[in-house]
C-alpha cells in the first residue's frame, strides 16, 4: 500500500563541488520519481521532498551513504502524494537566503560560531530557569498562524531582511538575555543564531530540529500554539487534534489557519483566509491592511 510522506532536511558541511552533487541528486530523485526543492552551496544542503515512504527511504539511504551527508538531520510528516508541483535541484550562495554567504563559516562539524543547540526537553529546562525571549526567525507571515507563546516576531517579508533588522539596533536590549531562536526545521535558526553572535548577542540558543522536531516532541501541550505553516501544496500542519486556531481571516476576522497568495497575481503576498472569503475571491493585501491585523501579534 503507497504511503505518501514529506522528508524535510538539512547540512551545514563544506562541498568542494556543489554542481557535482547537484547532478547527483537530480538523477537519484528523478530515478526514484520524487519531488521537491533542494539548494545546494558550498555551505551545503537544504530541502524537502515528497513522495511514496519506500522512495524516500532509498533517496536517504542513498545520500547518507555520502560522507558529507551522514549526519543529514531529517524529520517526517505525512504527505497527501501531491504536495509539490515538480523536482527542483538548483545550487546557490546560500542554502538559507539570509544574503550574507561570507559571513557564515562552516566546516565539517556545521556552522561555526551559531548559538547553543537546545532539544525540546532543554527547552523547557530552560524555561523552568530562567526569563527567555523566544525570536521567530522565520518570515513574519509564518507566525500570524502559529508561534511560540509571547515570542519575539521580527517584521521581516523575507529572510534577507535579517541582516538589516539587526544591525538596526532594535533588538540590542536582549544582547544579554537569553534568546531562544526558532523556525520550521532548524536551517534558518543555524544561520541566524551565529549572524546574531557576531553582533554582540552573548546567549543565544537554537532550538534543534526547529518546531517541527518540538512539535514531534510535544504537539499542542507544550509552548507551541497554531499551526506550523509550510512551504508546499499543504499550506501548514497541526500537531494533533486539538491545535490552537490563533489566525484570523484578513477579510472577515474569522478564526483559520489556511493561508493562501494575495488574488492580484502580481503580488507573492501570503495572507490568512478562510475558505469562505477565499472562494469569494476577497484575499487581497487591501484586505490585509484594512483588517488592521498588525506584524507580530
Excluded at 551545514?12 to 537530480?26: G, K, S, Y
Excluded at 563559516?105 to 527567555?132: C, K, T
Excluded at 544591525?167 to 534558518?188: E, I, N, Q
Excluded at 484578513?250 to 494575495?262: D, E, G, H, L, W
Amino acid at each position: 500500500m503507497a504511503v505518501p510522506k514529506i522528508l524535510l532536511f538539512y547540512v551545514f558541511t563544506p562541498l568542494a563541488d556543489p554542481e557535482a552533487v547537484r547532478l547527483w541528486q537530480q538523477e537519484l530523485c528523478g530515478s526514484l520519481g520524487l519531488r521537491g526543492r533542494l539548494l545546494l552551496s558550498r555551505h551545503g544542503l537544504n530541502g524537502t521532498l515528497g513522495g511514496e515512504l519506500d522512495d524516500l527511504k532509498r533517496w536517504l539511504r542513498a545520500t547518507h551513504g555520502y560522507a558529507p551527508f551522514r549526519d543529514l538531520d531529517v524529520k517526517w510528516s505525512a504527505g497527501t502524494g501531491d504536495d509539490f508541483p515538480r523536482l527542483s535541484v538548483k545550487v546557490r550562495d546560500e542554502i538559507v537566503t539570509f544574503g550574507a554567504p561570507d559571513e557564515l563559516v562552516v566546516d565539517e562539524g556545521g556552522v561555526v560560531g551559531g548559538g547553543e543547540r537546545l532539544s525540546p526537553r532543554a527547552l523547557h529546562e530552560l524555561v523552568e530557569r530562567e526569563d527567555v525571549t523566544f525570536l521567530d526567525g522565520r518570515n513574519e507571515f509564518e507566525s500570524r498562524i502559529g508561534r511560540f507563546r509571547g515570542a519575539v516576531v521580527p517584521d521581516v517579508a523575507t529572510t534577507r531582511d535579517f541582516v538589516a533588522e539587526l544591525d538596526s539596533g532594535r533588538y540590542d536590549h536582549l544582547k544579554d538575555a537569553p534568546v531562544v531562536t526558532y523556525c520550521t526545521g532548524g536551517v534558518r535558526c543555524e544561520v541566524l543564531s551565529s549572524l546574531m553572535t557576531a553582533r554582540g548577542f552573548s546567549r543565544v540558543y537554537q532550538l534543534d530540529g526547529g518546531v517541527a522536531r518540538y512539535g514531534e516532541a510535544y504537539g499542542d501541550d507544550g509552548l507551541w500554539e497554531g499551526s506550523l505553516y509550510v512551504f508546499d501544496r499543504r499550506g501548514s500542519v497541526a500537531f494533533s487534534d486539538h491545535a490552537a486556531v490563533i489566525g484570523t481571516c484578513v477579510a472577515c476576522s474569522a478564526p483559520t489557519s489556511r493561508m493562501q497568495n494575495c488574488v492580484d497575481v502580481q503580488c507573492r503576498a501570503q495572507l490568512v483566509a478562510c475558505p469562505g472569503c477565499s472562494e469569494a475571491g476577497a484575499i487581497t493585501c487591501d484586505a490585509h491592511r484594512a483588517s488592521g491585523v498588525a506584524s507580530g501579534t
